[in-house]
């Protein structure tokens, strides 16, 4: 009987989930954050970003969109909005 050596190969993938509360943080810190946060991304990683002042709600879907990335938008409470930003 021959000897046989089984070699199993995974390829895994990690994800990483990056977090910033910048409920507490007026515009343009979330934004300059945000975009230190993404450059530090790898492919496929995700931002969670949970923003409320008006200047931030403004800039930071308008930055996203015409960087390219694809993001979701979803209401936390009645002045915060939770955004999820997966890097391209």
């Given at each position: 009987m021959d000897n046989q050596v089984l070699v199993m190969?995974?390829?895994i993938k990690f994800i990483m989930l990056h977090e910033y509360d910048a409920t507490k943080d007026k515009?343009?810190?979330p934004l300059v954050k945000m975009r230190m946060i993404l450059k530090k991304m790898?492919?496929?990683?995700?931002?969670?970003?949970r923003i409320s002042d008006k200047?931030?709600?403004?800039?930071i879907p308008?930055?996203?969109a015409s960087a390219?990335?694809?993001?979701?938008q979803r209401i936390v409470?009645?002045?915060s909005v939770e955004l999820s930003i997966k890097n391209r």
């Open positions: 190969v995974f390829n515009c343009p810190l790898e492919f496929d990683d995700i931002c969670l970003i200047g931030s709600l403004k800039d308008k930055y996203l390219g990335y694809v993001f979701t409470d009645m002045t």
